[in-house]
């Protein structure tokens, strides 16, 4: 089992914590010292050792940071996690502050003198986030000092770095090979009048590689650092234990993570930083040996975004694998739920075991969410032995999960009933289908981007006084991680779409105390395909590539329209074609009336 | 009659014209010389005595410019004006250029060698303007320079400034007194830190004093500059001949025009000044006499867009008035259309005929647009007795008008059809309604612009392949300009949507010598109205205010939805209710018909 539904953390160990990390302070001469959540990677999930924030303080959140001062520890906490910081840390030693809307520096200055010095690991935090902080912080005699991470002292059984083995993604999954990607990365440094990228993202090096890695859950990625020469050589920075099985490449120089420093200062410049991303430390490094730095956003992530003809190809073929499990679990759920006692985590382990028996998962994607009733109208509820919660008559059940195959990532959620479903709960499902619909059928001029189509998913919401409180999508990997940019479904969308990317389709509405809904497909921005009529304009349309039925029963049918009754009908005749005969007689049974027109 | 049909160009007097502007070159030592279309005021409508486009090339489109060089002279025109200009200028001695695809700068750079000195006149061009010429001029030695207009050296018999009288804007109309605006813009500066504003635009000094103009047609604008303190009293350049029968106001000081850049040199700074409104030449004065500029929109803008209840309560009244007579021309030419003979001329010169027999009529608020057949897929088509057409069976007529009232300022679009109208036509026709319904019915969270509602316009056409190239709506003014920013619905919209911002609704479809369809409503943004079951949320929507019926019959009638059709009917049935009880009884039969439910 992948997902495991233990409270992880207790607020007990977190002042003793606190107290030595103070210590640490007056010894080094600071007033404050910046906890974030990320590592030096920025990304979603972090190894044990960089588990700095939850050791602290008790919160396990996904993002959030703490400063620790002398008189006072904030935890900064967003919307999503204002219940659970007041469970998890000991409030008589920490504070939850309301972030975003708490600015750091505006609370830094209520709380600190002028003169007052707060230190930063250097490793932890990108240029854009300190710029912001020295900003905020701009005439108030407040400074922000780098240094050592006075956690990692303090913290005597820190886990080593994670050292996962790496594995090559071979051509058959990967559709490019690495010297022709670092060809093409290298013309655009060239192009741009770059000497070399500095490579700090973990899937964009595990991209331009064609390698995976295992050194986090989740997220099959390889923690390392890397410099891409513009003559398409690179150098490769990790523990060379991990990738010692891959055989040398000579245009490919392995290096332990010692050798980053030295290797960036020996650099010639201009050099290629992406400040959005990459640890301040980098940029220090190479102003103090003189190097001219270009900052501009890493240079594989719209190549990365744009996946080739391979990639959709194995991305399909695991949606398919995946949606035949899926169907095995809706069509085992469909007994199970009027019986009583089933509850949210029987169900999460059920649809994980599923997905075991493809023989082919290799991680859950993310932690499954599973949100019965009220839990529902969390968005990103994760279900633990504490708020475990049965079934009841009447039940929406929000269910959002997906797993990592070695030919692609997947991402589905659907929900559906239990027992009679209220009036209100089948017209707000309703509207949450049209707006998902609307994105699926949607074919628009080249040159759109996220925002002119996010509002297409929430149209009918909005008609009705409604709305939801996320994006309408994210971008997903090719077995590499579940969120992945540049583009996105919503109104921060601002990069146009290209054929190759993938999205998430995945509109929702949660009412608080009550219910939650969710209905997400995955879809490929493809060219559109021809059509009698149309006019000569260079057109873009999404194909869904999940196909897994729809809860009929939470459909008002007369609500809909009649192109989107037929789009429903033949979404739901692929899905049967598709995936019946992938599935057992039993749910082939299931699943043609699940999918049959209405 | 206010719209004439007689081609007011020729092109025979361009090249002798341009000979003497070469001469002044010589003279001026220059190698080439900038011809705007825009004057000082950067309206739409330009004086005669500003037309030296027109004067110079015989041009006489709304947008567009000339650069003479000694041996070439480039007209720079967009897609509207491409057929149009090789009609107006001597192709001999005249280059139409394709602009925006082609930048200036670039054209300039190809015709002339380093050194190059390019004049203009301050007065005429933008701050904004010229930046982005040097901008793109940097380091190809082509110079810029500011000088006397060479145009006006030359034009012997150039007509003087306009000096329209100019008449007071009642309170019963403008809905807040003068003096309160100043205080409330004045209160903008002294926030902002600014001693005051620079202000260009006569629309916003126009709305600022509450007075109407006179000095050019369709806009009912005073040609003047203003300089607004930060205690709230003014200063009005402009000639005083105009306003003498105003009645002095101490607070507002009224100069003639030659008082104008003495005034500006003796402001004490910051002064606020937009830079893309206002001439250049206003931020040299103000440099030259070492004053602070501080580059901000015109403060009046933002204010002057959020109309107040009495403005709004004009402008329905505005809307029924003209609204009816819309009706009246409607019945007229659905008995009309069918005979034989009936041309486009006759449809505008009928249509004004029944907006002047309002009584209420100062002046249509542009020119009508009456595009029949392939004319109408012309979006800005004007007709001329020389592309004037006589209609056919099966055409569509795209009739785009409006008038300029007291109370208001009207702006409607309808298309009709001879005969029986064919499939394409129908299917198109009914598509452009959905979109235009969609707009009509959103309510949407308070904070989104134009740009993030105008593909909802879109959407039924593109999922036909089709779209239309021009936005869905702009802002419309109060007895102002018809065109009336910042809001716009397309997607160079990125003003958020407030309360009492009027907007047109106006989506289309064009097939290039084929046929045009247009249907455009004006809409006021207004609070969404409570709604059951609704979401505690701030959201917006938009209130039509235009009553006139929808040709029904191009309509599809099972091509719409639900909410579509409930919407339509819903709308025909309001238009009966408002505008039967203010027409003949001959048009009210008609009009029950026209409104009767689908």
Not at 3 to 32: C, H, I, K, W, Y
Not at 109 to 117: D, F, I, T, V
């Amino acid at each position: 089992m992948f997902q495991s539904f233990s409270e992880s953390s207790t607020p007990d160990d977190g002042p003793a914590r606190l107290a030595d990390l103070r210590q640490e302070l007056v010894a080094a001469g600071l007033d404050g010292f910046l906890i974030p959540r990320a590592d030096t990677f920025q990304g979603e999930y972090v190894a044990p050792r960089d588990a700095r924030l939850a050791w602290l303080t008790g919160f396990t959140g996904s993002a959030g940071f703490c400063i620790a001062l002398a008189n006072r520890a904030g935890v900064f906490i967003d919307g999503r996690y204002r219940v659970q910081v007041k469970a998890q840390v000991d409030l008589d030693h920490f504070t939850p502050v309301h972030w975003p809307e708490v600015k750091p520096w505006d609370w830094l200055k209520e709380a600190l003198p002028r003169g007052g010095k707060v230190g930063f690991d250097p490793w932890l935090h990108t240029l854009s986030e300190i710029e912001g902080y020295r900003d905020g912080l701009k005439g108030c005699g407040i400074e922000l000092v780098a240094g050592e991470n006075l956690v990692d002292r303090i913290w005597v059984d820190q886990p080593p770095r994670p050292s996962g083995k790496v594995t090559a993604y071979p051509l058959e999954f990967s559709g490019e090979k690495s010297g022709e990607k670092r060809t093409r990365i290298a013309k655009i440094l060239l192009e741009a009048g770059q000497c070399a990228a500095v490579l700090t993202l973990p899937d964009s090096i595990c991209w331009l590689l064609n390698i995976r890695g295992s050194d986090i859950e989740r997220n099959p990625v390889v923690h390392a650092f890397a410099i891409l020469l513009d003559d398409g050589k690179m150098q490769f920075f990790t523990d060379p234990e991990k990738v010692k099985d891959l055989g040398p490449d000579p245009n490919i120089e392995v290096l332990d993570w010692d050798a980053f420093e030295e290797a960036l200062a020996a650099l010639k410049g201009p050099v290629r930083v992406d400040k959005a991303s990459a640890p301040i430390h980098i940029s220090d490094v190479l102003r103090e040996a003189g190097i001219e730095i270009d900052y501009r956003d890493d240079p594989c992530i719209l190549p990365k975004a744009r996946k080739n003809a391979t990639e959709i190809a194995g991305t399909r073929e695991a949606h398919l694998r995946d949606g035949a499990a899926m169907v095995e679990f809706l069509y085992w759920l469909d007994g199970a739920k009027d019986k009583p006692g089933l509850t949210e985590i029987d169900i999460v382990t059920k649809l994980e075991g599923f997905r075991r028996a493809t023989n082919m998962l290799l991680d859950i994607s993310f932690e499954t969410i599973c949100g019965s009733g009220a839990n529902g109208a969390l968005p990103h509820y994760r279900v633990s032995e504490s708020s475990n919660r049965t079934l009841e008559d009447g039940d929406l059940i929000v269910i959002d999960s997906g797993g990592q195959y070695f030919d692609g990532t997947t991402d589905i959620t659907r929900t559906v009933c239990v027992g009679n479903p209220g009036g209100d709960e089948r017209a707000a499902f309703t509207r949450v289908l049209q707006g998902m619909i609307a994105i699926s059928r949607v074919r628009w001029p080249r040159g759109l981007a996220g925002r002119d189509l996010d509002p297409l998913a929430r149209y009918p919401l909005w008609a009705a006084g409604q709305d939801f409180d996320h994006g309408t999508g994210h971008g997903v990997g090719t077995y590499l991680c579940v969120h992945e940019g540049p583009q996105r479904l919503s109104r921060s969308g601002e990069v146009p779409f290209e054929p190759g990317m993938i999205l998430s389709n995945e509109p929702g509405y949660y009412r608080e105390g009550a219910f939650g809904i969710r209905t997400e497909n995955l879809v490929v921005v493809m060219g559109a395909p021809e059509l009698a009529g149309a006019d000569k304009r260079d057109m873009l349309s999404f194909e869904t590539i999940t196909f897994v039925p729809i809860e009929r029963r939470l459909i008002e049918v007369d609500t809909l329209a009649l192109a989107e009754r037929d789009w429903l009908n033949a979404y739901h005749a692929q899905v049967i074609e598709k995936i019946a005969p992938r599935i057992s007689t039993a749910a082939k049974g299931w699943l043609l009336k699940a999918g049959a027109p209405i």
